[in-house]
């Protein structure tokens, strides 16, 4: 066996084991009787995507360490519009972030892209229900809530505006080696 073979059969397992705990897994939803029930808008036209990360607070780093991320949905072709309901353990620190591209463009000789990244961070109560739109703040709203993709935020926010919402700091999240 050459020196490549070797190499790949090498790095190919060591990079995957490496990479394992930042790629994001399938979502199964909590089934406790406390769950929380999260209401996510994937905007009509959004191209990228939804996660669903838990994060503990690292005391020596003074930054929130991601404990796991899930994907809630992903779009490669703009999407209609939806919503994503989520069961999740009350009690966590989550942030809903949706990666979103937003196209590309040339300067100079280069070719740009425009990818952002938005947080909603969220700390759940039990039985209680939320409605998140990536990159704004969560609303608690109300058991009988119905959502759909083209209620205005506005309107949720104006008609839940007395909920209080927990969160924690997500600008401390703690960079990773990539």
């Known amino acids: 066996m050459n020196i490549k073979k070797i190499f790949f059969v090498v790095m190919i397992p060591l990079t995957l084991t ?5 790629l994001p897994l399938n979502y199964t939803n909590y ?7 999260l209401y996510v808008l994937n905007r009509a036209g959004n191209v990228g995507t939804i996660y669903l990360g838990s994060y503990k607070f690292n005391k020596k780093a003074a930054c929130y360490n991601m404990v796991d991320r899930y994907e809630l ?5 703009p999407s209609k519009g939806n919503v994503i309901v989520s069961k999740v ?3 966590i ?8 591209n937003e196209g590309s463009s040339r300067q100079g000789g280069l070719l740009i892209a425009h990818v952002y990244n938005n947080n909603t961070s969220i700390i759940t109560e039990a039985g209680k229900y939320y409605y998140i739109v990536p990159g704004n703040h969560a609303v608690e709203v109300s058991p009988d809530f119905v959502p759909t993709p083209w209620i205005s935020w506005d309107r949720i926010k104006s008609q ?3 909920t209080s919402v927990k969160s924690w700091d997500d600008k401390k999240i703690c960079s990773t080696w990539w």
């Open 18 to 22: 490496t990479c394992s705990h930042y």
């Open 31 to 37: 089934e406790g009787s406390d769950a929380a029930t």
């Open 73 to 77: 949905d992903s779009n490669i072709f």
């Open 89 to 91: 353990k009350p009690g």
């Open 93 to 100: 620190q989550y942030s809903v972030s949706q990666i979103k």
């Open 160 to 162: 839940y505006k007395d």
